[in-house]
């Protein structure tokens, strides 16, 4: 009985110190204050019906904020009206410098620094990287769309000829593609990009890095083009020698027109490179990640997540964009480790888009092009002897001597 009332009086003592330390405002009592109610505008591109389920349990634990949704078509966010305002925004990397250069979006080091939950570590470096301007983090990654080999599993099958595995190289790439090839037929292995277009610059830029070479002088802070140096031509002539030694893609005057999207959709390409995200109707096809050379690399579109500077609570709007880069995003794969390893993903994606998407990641360089300085201002000078210079070995020109021309050409 005594030790029991002892109990009672050590309690009762506990709350009487603690009540007076309260008083004399020894502690933190921020807890104690409800915060004031604070609605979050979210702007993005797509359906709205991925995100209500996500919108009702992040504001079960936010009891103070509301989410209200500005949906777009399209990315439209870097000046902001009356119509057009947002706390909270999602855009493609290659928006992230004009949107610093307009003051549009806040640095997020302090948030991400007083996040004891929160770690930049968990994103992979390339999406990570691509969203970190002169060490600041202007946008948390969320989702990103990889380069990827898309085939055509219809002639695969009828040629008996394995899928690709998720680790390949590009001699297996090309001993398929030779077995996938029947001229006769106008069937070919390999579809390469046209020349000019994005996609033909992406995937002359992967087969040189690839290789060990360089398109840029710093992927993270381009400044110069580089064409001729020994690892590129030596990535140009395998590229080359596709078409005029291999003989697996087609030659210009075998193109079907439009190219490549005519001989693709009519089943005569057995393989080209594509995006995870892209929608192929019905063609029976299969996608896998690309093919390594000296090194194993992908590129693609992160979307990353931006807070206005114009928001009533940045707080508010960071504790959406820290709970919501922790889920499983729609259609592509998320840039976070945690998130892309686990079973959320198999929900959102086939088993063998996030097969692809999970052994792609790691590989995943990206960039930002800032068009200040001298890149910007011999840009268009440099692209349109680059893609003369791809025309021309198309057709079959020495590969050293016009990369040679193109690099003088080029004005750096």
Known sequence: MARGCKRTLFG????????AALLCGCVDTSFLVPREPVTIRFAFPGDTNYYAALIEAFQSQHKNVTLELAQGNRFYFRRQSEENQYDVALVPQFMLPGLIEEQAVISLNALISEDRDFSMDDFYPGAADVMNV????YAIPYMVDVAVMVYNKDLFDKYVVPYP????????FLERAKRLTHEDAGEYGYAYQQVGGQRGLTELMLLIYQNGGRFFDDLSNPTRIIFNEPLNVEAMQWYADLSHLHK???PLGGRQMPYPDAGINGGKYAMWIGYLGDDWGDLNVGIAPLPRGRNAVTTGTVLGLVISPETQDA????????YISGQAPPGLMPPRRSVAESDAMTRLLSPEGVDVGRASLPNLISFNLSFEGQLGKTWGTAMQAYSTAVARIQNGDPVQTTLDEAQEKSGF
């Open 315 to 322: 707080q508010a709007a960071w504790e959406w964009v820290s």
């Open 134 to 137: 002169q060490g600041q983090t």
């Open 165 to 172: 595995e998720l680790e390949w190289t590009q001699d297996e």
């Open 248 to 250: 697996v893609a087609p």
């Open 12 to 19: 009762r003592s506990l709350l009487v110190g603690c009540l």
